[in-house]
């Protein structure tokens, strides 16, 4: 009987140790995925984003994502007075609350951007969807980003990504 009862609190306290929060939370996979000129483009290089107060303009939030593979990064972010909560962010919003995107090809060799000199602003949209301590998720897609002399540009749509948080 000894024997019953000091297996069962054996068994107890084994049960209580597999069910470590680690163990309980689920392996979140991250991704970037977006069609570049209607190809679909996965990048699974080093990914990261961050959300923090600017450290310069007070009052301010920035929102920043980095996305690269081996030939291609691209980039985009929000700068907002106030806070940055989920919902649609664009280009085309008031410029105090300010979005941009630069993609980048042949290793850094092209770019292109939303905000080129003498240029109206490229139709950029950033839709935070989820954001905690661990990862932020969201959906982007634009028009078309031109390189600085506008001779040439890509058009970047239907993108997601669940990316890691930064600390």
């Known amino acids: 009987m000894k024997l019953f009862f000091l297996s069962l609190i054996a068994f107890f306290f084994i049960s209580l140790l597999s069910c470590s929060k680690k163990d309980n939370e689920p392996a979140v996979s991250y991704y970037v995925r977006f069609k570049l000129n209607d190809t679909l483009i996965n990048h699974s290089g080093l990914n990261v984003c961050s959300l923090k107060p600017n450290t310069t303009i007070a009052g301010t939030n920035d929102f920043l994502f980095s996305s690269n593979s081996v030939k291609t990064n691209l980039t985009f972010g929000i700068h907002k007075n106030g806070s940055i909560r989920t919902g649609t962010y664009s280009s085309l919003d008031d410029p105090t609350n300010f979005v941009?995107?630069?993609?980048?090809?042949?290793?850094?060799?092209?770019?292109?951007?939303?905000?080129?000199?003498?240029?109206?602003?490229?139709?950029?949209?950033?839709?935070?969807?989820?954001?905690?301590?661990?990862?932020?998720?969201?959906?982007?897609?634009?028009?078309?980003?031109?390189?600085?002399?506008?001779?040439?540009?890509?058009?970047?749509?239907?993108?997601?990504?669940?990316?890691?948080?930064?600390?």
Not at 121 to 147: R, W
């Open 100 to 167: 941009s995107a630069e993609f980048y090809k042949d290793q850094g060799q092209t770019a292109y951007s939303t905000h080129i000199t003498f240029m109206s602003p490229s139709p950029f949209f950033i839709t935070l969807h989820e954001m905690n301590e661990q990862y932020i998720k969201g959906t982007f897609t634009g028009a078309y980003l031109y390189t600085d002399d506008e001779s040439d540009s890509v058009k970047i749509t239907d993108g997601e990504f669940l990316v890691r948080r930064s600390k």
